[in-house]
C-alpha cells in the first residue's frame, strides 16, 4: 500500500487486489423479467495526490479493474427474463468475507436497461443490502422504473436474487432511501412515485395537477429484506402543499444514538418551492430548490418536517441531502449545490437538535469544490471518537469520473481526499460500515460509462485513517 500523507492513499495498490474470483452464484441466473413490472396498483412483489502525477497510467488501470470486477459480477451465469419466484432466494451460508469488491448489479442484465441509484445498509444480523433502481429502457430519470434490492450474508461478497421492492404499473417508483432502525430491528424504506410519463421539468415548472407531482411512500421490512410490507403513503407528513418537486435523499438515513433525541430518525431530503404571486417565471429554475430533512420519533410511523432552508439567491441550490450523526451527538448535513453560484458544488450545515433546524444555513465546503454537481454519501464510521467524518463521490468538477473518500477530522468543517477509488467513470454512491474495520462502498461506474455497473467495494478503515 502506497501512502503519501495521512489518509490520502494513492490508487493503484488497491486496483492491483481486486481479486478475480469474486463469486456471485445467485445474481444474474437469478433475475427478473419485464412482466414483474405489470403490476396492480398497490400491489408489490416484496419476495421476488500522488494520483495525478500519472493520471494516464492510473485511468487505465481503474479501468482494467472496473472490468474485472464487472466480469466477476455476471460470473453467476447467464441471465434470464423469466419472471422472479414469489420466495426469497436460497441464503448465503458463507459468514466471512472473502473478496475485495462484488457487482450487484449490471445494465442490461434481468430486464432492466440499467440500474441507477445505489442505497445501502447493514441489518442487525449483519445481513447488507444493496437496493438500487432498475430502469426498464435506459437511462433516464423519466419512464419505467422499479426499486429494487439484493441481500448479501458474506458482507457484500455474494448476492441473492434481486427482487423488486415495489413497482406499480403506468408510475415511476424510484429514489430509495433505506435505514435500519436497531429499536424495531425493521428496514424502513422510502421510495417516490409518479406518472412514469411526468419529468422532472414538469413537476419543477408547476405543469402537471398535484396528483401527478412527486409522491412519498414508506415501507418496511422484518426480515432482512427478504420481504417488505406495502407502500405507505406519507406525502401529506413531508411535503408542504406549496412545494413542488420533492424527493428524500437517496441514500441511507441515520437513527441518532445519543441525546434527547435518541432513535429517532432522521432522512436529507430537497423540494423546489412556488415562484412568489406575480412572478413571471414558471419555477424551474435551480434557484428554486432547496434543502430540508424529514424525522420520525415513534420508528416510522409518523414523520415531521424538520429544517427547510429556501434561498432564491441561486447562491446555494440545495439538492439531494445526505446526513451523518457526528460523535457530539449532533447531525451534519451535506446538499448538492445545483448549479448554485458559489465555487463549490457542496454544501454543508449543523443542527444541535436532531435535524429540526440548523445552526447556520447550508454553506459552501470550499476543500470539496472538485465535486461536480451530483449526489454525495455522508458516513461517520463509528467505534473511536477521533474517526473523521467520510464522504464519497466524484473528483473532477466537470464530469462524473474518479470515485473518491474523502475525510474531514473537524466535523464536516474542513476536508481532504482520504483514498482514490480510481479514475473510472463514476457517479451516484452509497457508504456503509459493516464492521468495526470495514467500510462498504455502493457505487455506480464501469469500464465506459458510469451507468455500467453498481459495483460494491469492501474498503479496511485502516486504508483510510491509518
Partial sequence: MTRSAWGLIR????????????????????????????????????????????????????????????????????????????????????????CKSSVPYTAGVGGYASYRIPATVVTGTGTVLAFAEGRRNGTSDAGDIDTVVRRST???CTWSAAKVVTAVKGQNRNNPAPVYDPATRQVVLL?????????????????????????????????????????????????????????VGPGHGIVLTTGAHKGRIIFGANHSVTPPAGSTDDGSADKYLAANAI????????WHIGFVQENTDGVVNGNETTAA??????????????NGSAPSHRAGGTSTDGGATLVSPLAPV??????????????????????????????????????????????????????SISEAPAAYSDLVQLDAHTIGLLYETGAKTENDTITFLRIPLTRIIG
Wanted: aromatic share 4%; glycine share 8%; proline share 7%.
Fill in 11 to 98: 490508487a493503484e495498490p488497491l486496483i492491483a487486489e481486486v481479486e478475480s474470483s469474486c463469486n456471485d452464484p445467485l445474481g444474474a441466473a437469478s433475475t427478473f423479467g419485464p412482466s414483474t413490472r405489470h403490476l396492480r396498483s398497490g400491489v408489490h412483489s416484496p419476495h421476488g495526490v500522488s494520483m495525478r502525477t500519472n493520471r494516464a497510467a492510473l485511468a487505465a488501470a481503474a479501468i482494467a479493474a472496473v472490468t474485472l470486477v464487472t466480469a466477476c459480477g455476471s460470473s453467476g451465469g447467464k441471465a434470464s427474463d423469466t419472471k422472479p419466484t414469489t420466495s426469497a432466494a436460497a441464503p448465503v451460508t458463507t459468514t466471512k468475507a472473502s
Fill in 154 to 156: 458474506d458482507g457484500g
Fill in 191 to 247: 421510495t417516490l412515485g409518479r406518472p412514469d410519463t411526468v419529468t422532472e421539468a414538469q413537476i419543477r415548472g408547476g405543469k402537471v395537477a398535484d396528483a401527478d407531482s412527486m409522491r412519498i411512500y414508506s415501507q418496511t421490512s422484518s426480515d432482512d429484506g427478504a420481504t417488505f410490507s406495502a407502500p405507505t403513503e406519507i406525502t401529506s407528513q413531508v411535503k408542504k402543499p406549496d412545494w413542488r418537486w420533492y424527493a
Fill in 295 to 302: 424525522y420520525s420519533d415513534d420508528n416510522a410511523k409518523t
Fill in 325 to 338: 450523526e457526528l460523535p457530539s451527538g449532533d447531525v451534519y448535513f451535506s446538499t448538492r449545490n445545483q
Fill in 366 to 419: 470550499d476543500s470539496l469544490a472538485q465535486i461536480p454537481v451530483i449526489e454525495a454519501s455522508l458516513l461517520q464510521p463509528t467505534g473511536s471518537a477521533s474517526m473523521p467524518l467520510l464522504l464519497s463521490g466524484p473528483s473532477i468538477p466537470n464530469a462524473r469520473k474518479g470515485m473518491t473518500i474523502y475525510a474531514s477530522p473537524d466535523a464536516g468543517k474542513t476536508w481532504k481526499v482520504a483514498m
